[in-house]
């Protein structure tokens, strides 16, 4: 059922998050151009509904009871290169900006392959992989606020912390971004993505839903390592499994809830913290009517 102009009512979020977990969204709409993106919201803010902007559906847990309002899904996708700087729209596919670069023998942006999301969570949550991060190759980013404010915001303004950015837990939404790279050769950037690509399959269950990381990594210390060590590795709650391959993974192997994964987080939390005494922090953002 579509309800113009908020989209359909009554989406079922598992059929967009890379976990295939979620209940349903009150309204769902996508957007795939920024006059669009720009519209939902005006609509949304009208109708007095909080927004949920989506992008790749990763690092996400969306309650089974889904969420309120209006969530869009950011499927606005473009880039422009000047230079070694590259400006992505936020519904930009991180890898997309990575074959960018690559083409245009731009370096120092190809661990962004390995980054299953967009721009704007890139940015939201400083994304990183392979010993890098988006705070340390973004230049700017184009924000918008729900009243359809826009402004730009220069990288040390953003917060950005391991992990974390002062845009999380807020309704800023990113427009754009801007990323800067170095002069190479094509030949060395496509070597490069394959070589961190392969590895990536190698290390993590990728061939299983999933959603990322799901603890930050302790200083001086691994959160897989941490909850191997605490015996964990292919631990169970439900549908949900601690992965056999990687154990900062949380596979879904079957039918998982939401609260299957939950529990599943709160008892490696809780292990950990019993056996070494680290506090595990979520990476996974816990979103919806929990």
């Avoid at 977990?21 to 309204?27: E, K, R, T, V, Y």
């Avoid at 991060?133 to 391991?162: H, I, P, R």
Wanted: charged share 20%; with cysteine; proline share 4%.
């Amino acid at each position: 059922m579509t309800i113009a102009p908020l989209g359909t009512k009554g989406e079922p979020m598992r059929k967009h998050t890379s976990l295939h977990i979620g209940g349903p969204a009150q309204f769902y709409v996508r957007v795939t151009t920024e006059r669009d993106l720009i519209g939902a919201v005006a609509v949304a803010r009208e109708h007095e509904l909080p927004v949920f902007v989506l992008g790749g559906g990763t690092n996400l847990l969306v309650a089974d009871a889904g969420i309120s309002g209006v969530v869009l899904h950011n499927d606005w996708a473009e880039t422009q290169v000047d230079g070694t700087e590259i400006t992505a729209a936020s519904g930009t596919p991180m890898a997309s900006v990575a074959a960018v670069a690559a083409r245009k023998g731009i370096l120092g942006l190809e661990w962004m392959a390995t980054v299953p999301g967009t721009v704007g969570g890139a940015v939201h949550g400083n994304a990183g992989a392979y010993g890098s991060e988006t705070k340390d190759v973004l230049v700017n980013a184009e924000l918008m606020d729900l009243d359809g404010k826009t402004w730009t915001a220069a990288n040390a303004e953003l917060g950005f912390a391991y992990r974390t950015s002062a845009l999380q837990k807020t309704s800023t939404i990113v427009l754009r971004a801007r990323f800067r790279g170095t002069p190479g050769e094509r030949t060395t950037a496509v070597k490069k993505i394959k070589e961190i690509a392969n590895d990536r399959m190698a290390k993590q269950p990728l061939a299983q839903p999933n959603t990322g990381s799901i603890f930050r990594n302790p200083p001086g210390d691994h959160a897989g390592r941490l909850i191997e060590a605490a015996g964990l590795k292919g631990a169970t709650e439900g549908g949900a499994m601690v992965s056999t391959k990687h154990a900062n993974f949380i596979v879904n192997i079957g039918d998982a809830s939401a609260s299957d994964v939950r529990t599943l987080m709160e008892r490696c939390q809780r292990v950990v913290k019993e056996k070494f005494g680290v506090d595990l922090i979520p990476e996974v953002e816990m979103v919806g009517e929990w």
